[in-house]
């Protein structure tokens, strides 16, 4: 029996908590996986893991060879990795995870090329906004924007997106416009709050050179992007987005912009993986994809400067362009 086969073996229950989902990760038996742990257990005369009939969980002396059992692993790939990645062609399963919005409008229109230039990768796409647990569901790599909250994930940064301030003109004409930021706390905001902390994330836009938040009544707050788009559609009121989400809304003037002179902020759109897996060929190869996909998607990009004007606007959505630099 290997030794880095029973290793591994012994880092993925670790990971897991789990001999079920841990067999199921490796593909195979779970009887298997059960007499590999053994087998290091004996070889080593610790104990490694607790067992109960429910629950599974590491020793001390199990901590300690799981500290260094990954970073082993994690070199030997490296060194294999670096020897054949001249020849190696990506090939596998591979399990993602990116915002419901960005998947739809963006990355799986652009499959084919990525199918094209790695056949014999299989992906598994999971559009939602929810938290996934990576290492629990088995998942490779997820695709994020904004602050990263989970410290245990390793963060590539692949792009940034630009938010926009946007309302009906139906909303607009019956409440007003806004001049400044400031207005808006007199408004109904359409508000986004992420699922896993519940927190609502604020209007932000760069003023006098600083960043500054603006909250108002939270009326209503909803965790999908989409869903907030249906709300701003249906007069519910202000939203900000990314501008990706929103070019054929505001080319159709069913959106209009508003505090175009106040630009908001940009956020970072991160790959994130566990930082126990070295980054195998088949994630590689997705980031590097994704990295490119992403570095080709021009036009409505809007700075540190006024926005442009919705007739400009108008002309360019066609194109339905994300902005994603």
Known sequence: MDRFDTMLAFTRVVELNSFTQAAASLKMPKATLSAQVLALEKRLHVKLLNRTTRHVSVTQDGAAYYERAVRLLGELEETEAAVSSATTTPKGRLRVDVPGSLGRRIIVPALGDFFARYPDIDLEVGCSDRPVDLLQEGVDCVIRGGE??????????????????????????????????????????????????????????????????????????????????????????????????????????????????????????????????????????????????????????????????????????????????
Not at 152 to 166: D, F, K
């Open 148 to 325: 990263i909250l989970d410290e245990s994930l390793v963060a590539r940064r692949i792009g940034n997106y630009q938010l926009v301030t946007c309302a009906t003109p139906a909303y607009l004409a019956k409440f007003g416009t806004p001049q400044v930021p400031s207005d808006l706390e007199r408004h109904m905001l359409v508000n986004y709050f992420f699922s896993k902390t519940n927190k609502i994330f604020p209007f932000e836009y760069m003023v006098n050179g600083e960043k500054t938040a603006v909250h108002s009544r939270q009326r209503l707050a909803l965790n999908d992007a989409d869903a907030c788009i249906a709300a701003g559609l249906a007069g519910l009121g202000i939203l900000q987005l990314p501008l990706f989400l929103v070019p054929e809304y505001i080319g159709s003037g069913q959106l209009q912009i508003v505090l175009g002179e106040y630009p908001s902020t940009t956020r970072p759109m991160y790959v994130l993986y566990p930082q126990n897996r070295h980054l195998s060929t088949k994630v590689r190869a997705f980031v590097e994809w994704t990295a490119e996909l992403f570095s080709k998607c021009e036009c409505i990009y809007f700075k540190a400067q006024p926005l442009l004007p919705p007739e400009l606007i108008k002309q360019l959505a066609p194109q339905r362009d994300v902005v994603l630099m």
